[in-house]
């Protein structure tokens, strides 16, 4: 398990384990290193599949690419030498249209897990309800909360994590379709449901990110096509669940 302990794989632990699997996290404390390869192979020996749950902090296209590019390629290598018949990606539907920013590092861990001759599963989805959360974190600028134009139909990480776990127990599956939550949103209307359930103010201004980033958010790229999967847990019913008792104010 890669990326265990982010937002998406830490829920995607407690599924394998609930399913009665034995997941095994690939970090510097179990003597692995994603990025440099470091004992990856000796670790992977005896494992039925790999989830790559991993992600990097940073929106900059050159840091994306050079994670997931050396983060792809030390697992897919290390899974050869260690036997391991099965690896599992999550990507995010409509990387690989923007190819900028942070999607793409994805769209390149896409394209590196799929030039494989076999022995892979694939899953694209969509914003998970979380980023509302990690917009409000990291979007504050004095008494105002600046949230990027952007729409989106997002997903409970859980439900992904749900997805990722009954790929990992079979066999591979090549592409899988598109998973996505149940209805599309303006992720400023999400960030301002999101304090109004935290009892927080703020004003919420919605800014358009220049460039093919920020064109993407704003085009429906980052939507599904009409082939997709749809979660059933919407943004409001996710608020009540981390916001008991306060998210009938959203």
């Excluded at 990606?89 to 923007?98: D, Q």
């Amino acid at each position: 398990m890669a990326g265990g302990t982010g937002t998406l794989g830490r829920h995607v632990v407690d599924a394998l384990q609930a399913a009665g699997h034995e997941p095994v996290s690939l970090n510097r404390s179990s003597g692995a290193d994603l990025v440099r390869g470091d004992g990856l192979a000796d670790l992977l020996r005896g494992a039925d599949a790999v989830v790559d749950a991993s992600s990097v902090s940073s929106t900059s296209a050159k840091a994306s690419v050079a994670f997931f590019g050396a983060v792809t390629r030390n697992l897919l290598r290390a899974e050869r030498e260690a036997g391991v018949a099965h690896h599992v990606a999550v990507s995010i539907v409509g990387a690989a249209k923007v190819r900028a920013n942070y999607y793409a590092g994805k769209a390149l861990q896409e394209e590196l897990v799929m030039a494989e001759e076999g022995g892979w599963s694939l899953l694209r989805a969509t914003q998970f309800h979380e980023f509302a959360a990690q917009l409000v974190e990291h979007g504050k600028v004095g008494p105002f909360q600046v949230v990027p134009t952007m729409r989106s139909q997002p997903i409970a990480a859980a439900e992904v994590a749900a997805e990722l776990a009954a790929i990992a127990a079979g066999e591979p599956a090549g592409l899988v379709p598109d998973l996505a939550g149940p209805r599309e949103e303006r992720m400023a209307d999400l960030v301002r449901r999101y304090l109004a359930a935290r009892g927080r103010g703020g004003r919420v201004l919605e800014v358009p990110v220049p460039g093919a980033w920020g064109r993407g958010m704003r085009d429906g790229s980052l939507l599904p096509d009409a082939g997709a999967r749809l979660g059933k847990q919407t943004f409001d019913e996710w608020l009540g669940d981390v916001a008991p008792g306060r998210a009938g104010a959203a």
